[in-house]
């Protein structure tokens, strides 16, 4: 079946960086890309990027533009994103969701999510 | 960029209809999905292109999009409904090809 596991709660301080893995399994993990969705405490969803496993290409929401990097490492099946410059306001559950390569794309299967705390 | 409008919340009885809408710039156009979302939860897949159910998904969950609204209609609601659901779309629109979400709609049940 396919799984999606992230790696543990984080606490960072402002102006550190972060780097949260998702680990997939059950499916070709070059198959599908990989998103990253956040969610502040209380608040809705927002979408950071994603990208290709297959080919490393990356496309990043304008927000999160220079200051986010998604990469992945095939041979162990992890997608990876960083978030460097960090602010109280990045405090959010953060998710990697896959999507079918096709446009338009929809989540059907997302991790657990990771707790990022910036707090000084 | 595109904007995806939902109500903040939605209430109904057990047993009634609730229809939760997604309001966009001729919306229908576009490919919509859907999302639950409980507490503590990741969000969960329930309607995707509009109206198609993943399996697993029970048949009182249906969508339909036209003109400038979505709309994810629950037959016969049940309390374990009780929930954050969040419409979806993939916006080409633009030069930065991006996935917008609405506000989410925070479903009650009576």
């Known amino acids: 079946q396919v799984q999606l596991v992230q790696s543990g709660a984080e606490v960072k301080k402002p102006g550190a960086s972060v780097k949260v893995s998702c680990k997939a399994s059950?499916?070709?993990?070059?198959?599908?890309?990989m998103h990253w969705v956040r969610q502040a405490p209380g608040q809705g969803l927002e979408w950071m990027g994603r990208?290709?496993?297959?080919?490393?290409?990356?496309n990043y929401a304008q927000k999160f533009q220079g200051r986010v990097t998604m990469t992945r490492d095939t041979s162990i099946s992890t997608a990876y994103m960083e978030l460097s410059r960090l602010r109280s306001d990045d405090t959010a559950v953060y998710y990697c969701a896959r999507t079918v390569v096709a446009t338009p794309p929809h989540f059907d299967y997302w991790g657990q999510g990771t707790l990022v705390t910036v707090s000084s | 960029s595109y904007v995806l409008t939902q109500p903040p919340s939605v209430s109904v009885a057990p047993g009634k209809t609730a229809r939760i809408t997604c309001g966009g710039n001729n919306i229908g156009s576009k490919s919509v999905h859907w999302y639950q979302q409980k507490p503590g939860q990741a969000p969960v897949l329930v309607i995707y292109?509009?109206?198609d159910r993943p399996s697993g998904i029970p048949e009182r969950f249906s969508g339909s999009n036209s003109g400038n609204t979505a709309t994810l209609t629950i037959s016969r609601v049940e309390a374990g409904d009780e929930a954050d659901y969040y419409c979806q779309v993939w916006d080409s629109s633009s030069d930065h090809h991006d996935v917008v979400f609405g506000g989410g709609t925070k479903l009650t049940v009576l």
């Open positions: 990208i290709n496993p297959n080919s490393g290409g990356t």
């Open positions: 292109y509009d109206s």
């Open positions: 059950g499916y070709t993990f070059t198959g599908y890309y």
